[in-house]
């Protein structure tokens, strides 16, 4: 299963390149209900889309992300000052008598004081890294679907609870972030044929077993290059309850390199060309769809551990 991907940072400029529009309706109603629910959980990445707004828009939203990080800055400041001040007092306790208490005292706010001050500093910074770009479940991501006769990028969450479904999906059902190919017919049938979508990435990231011991691997196709991965997306909604967009990346079979590697699972990359074809279902020919699925994108992928 594809438990985590590196999305595509640049998104303005693929959709750019792909003709598409963001929807900046969908990325402004986002990070407004973030405001009141930290829980919601966007990407650096995607937050640096609007590092340099354009537009009124686009202005708004960069001053959603700025309250926002003002506001975890405030609580990271405030950790810290609690952290700093147990780890004093652990300290202390140590010059007098080795406790459990102080000894586990010392080693937890000093994990904690390290960690504080490690997201305080991706608050403030402005170059990127690569940690930006990584999703993991039930992080948001920006999906390409097709909308009033075009391509729309809309904001999100890895992780698709299906319409009609109860919110208790989420943890009745974890694994939902992965479609398997050979459920679409069985679990997916409400959204397969209907609500398809494309994710841009340029790695994945997988869980294998290595001597007894689980190790994170990152695979990249090679030659290094954008994948346009098939997914599954849906629109839910409930009475008092805030509307979700979500989706689900499609697996198949792996290649060779992938077996080998100790996984079985692999994304599927659909080919450029394929796109339109992929974002408007024909729900009465899904072996069309089928087909696309098996006329994918087939790069090598190298593997290493993951940083």
């Known amino acids: 299963m594809c438990y985590s991907a590196q999305i595509r940072a640049e998104y303005k400029q693929f959709v750019r390149m792909f003709g598409g529009v963001l929807s900046i309706r969908a990325f402004s109603k986002l990070y407004f209900e973030r405001q009141s629910d930290p829980k919601i959980k966007i990407p650096k990445a995607v937050d640096d889309l609007f590092l340099n707004p354009q537009t009124d828009d686009e202005r708004e939203i960069k001053a959603l992300i700025d309250a926002f990080n003002a506001e975890q800055a405030s ?96 943890t009745k059902y974890p694994g939902t972030y992965n479609a398997r190919r050979d459920n679409l017919e069985g679990f997916w049938k409400d959204l397969y044929g209907f609500s398809h979508g494309i994710m841009v990435v340029n790695a994945f990231f997988e869980n294998v077993d290595r001597d007894g011991k689980n190790v994170v691997l990152e695979f990249r196709p090679q030659p290094e290059q954008d994948m346009l991965v098939a997914c599954l997306w849906s629109h839910w ?71």
């Open 75 to 170: 609580l990271l400041e405030q950790d810290l000052f609690k952290q700093r001040k147990r780890l004093a007092d652990g300290e202390r306790s140590l010059l007098v008598k080795t406790t459990k208490k102080a000894t586990d005292d010392v080693r937890i706010a000093t994990d904690k004081i390290e960690r504080a001050r490690g997201k305080l500093a991706d608050l403030n910074r402005i170059e990127p890294k690569a940690r930006d770009a990584r999703i993991f479940p039930g992080v948001y991501a920006p999906v390409m679907v097709w909308e009033d006769g075009q391509r729309v990028v809309k904001p999100m969450r890895y992780q698709c609870r299906p319409a009609g479904k109860p919110a208790f999906y989420d």
């Open 237 to 307: 909604r409930a009475p008092g309850q805030p509307e979700l967009l979500s989706f689900a990346a499609i697996t198949d079979e792996p290649p060779p390199e992938v077996a080998a590697a100790g996984h079985d699972r692999c994304i599927v990359p659909i080919k450029p060309e394929n796109v339109d074809a992929w974002l408007k279902p024909d729900r009465s020919n899904l072996a069309a769809q089928y087909a696309i699925l098996d006329d994918r994108a087939r790069p090598y992928y190298e593997h290493r551990l993951a940083a």
